[in-house]
């Protein structure tokens, strides 16, 4: 089954409006947990590593007043993309880390497709 | 820095062939390598994970390979299907336990 659940799947916001999406880890607890975005025939690249309690670690060139993101508990993720725009439409998936869990394994989410109308 | 290539960008193939996909990456400390499907306007769904220590893992008609040495893994789909059809993309957990590093995919197309 699903390790780590992500909400919604598909989202339409209207261009200025915020827009949340959740990435919960199921059945354990995430410490961090790590946001991609693709951009339209490139591969899917971090935008952010979330932290449980702290602020995020945002990658060069990523926004973070845009993007914010809060890790407010051990299970539980959000992204919220602030005044959207057409350009930020794109997939956004979410992961998280488990030590020691699979070998280490990074589980992810099924990814969610904003759309900006 | 981790750098994932994946070749052929796309491959179109007659349905009941046999493909090989390629992924090859250019830091070979990894910890794990992992091939996803994604299917036009979905999600990605995990297909097979290979850990460092393991040379192949095999899924039904899939099987992926890691050679760690020469940074790269093929993932071999037999008896291809038109529901094959999809982007298939290769993921290194390499860099702290915590990075992963996507490759750009390969949209195969499997014609009926």
């Known amino acids: 089954g699903a390790v780590v659940s992500q909400h919604p799947s598909r989202v339409i916001c209207k261009s200025g409006t915020s827009v949340k999406i959740e990435c919960r880890s199921l059945?354990?607890?995430?410490?961090?947990m790590f946001w991609y975005r693709q951009f339209p025939k490139q591969s899917l690249m971090l935008m952010a590593t979330?932290?449980?309690?702290?602020?995020?670690?945002?990658e060069q060139g990523v926004e973070k007043d845009k993007f914010l993101i809060n890790h407010a508990s051990l299970t539980l993720s959000t992204l919220t993309v602030t005044s959207a725009h057409p350009e930020d439409s794109s997939f956004y998936i979410c992961s998280a880390f488990i030590p020691g869990h699979g070998g280490n394994t990074i589980y992810f989410g099924e990814g969610s497709w904003l759309t900006v109308v | 820095k981790q750098e994932v290539t994946q070749i052929p960008a796309a491959l179109s193939v007659p349905e009941g062939e046999n493909l090989v996909l390629n992924c090859s990456f250019t830091?070979?400390?990894?910890?794990?390598l992992q091939w996803f499907r994604q299917d036009p306007g979905k999600g990605l769904t995990s297909l097979l994970l290979i850990q460092s220590s393991q040379r192949e893992q095999t899924s039904g008609r899939l099987n992926a390979s890691l050679d760690k040495s020469s940074g790269r893994s093929t993932l071999y789909i037999a008896a291809s299907q038109p529901g094959d059809s999809a982007t298939y993309l290769c993921?290194?957990?390499?860099?702290?336990?915590?990075?992963?590093?996507f490759g750009t995919g390969t949209k195969l197309q499997v014609i009926p």
């Open positions: 979330s932290n449980e309690g702290s602020k995020a670690t945002y």
């Open positions: 059945d354990f607890q995430a410490t961090t």
């Open positions: 993921a290194v957990n390499s860099g702290g336990y915590q990075k992963v590093t």
């Open positions: 830091d070979s400390a990894i910890y794990n």
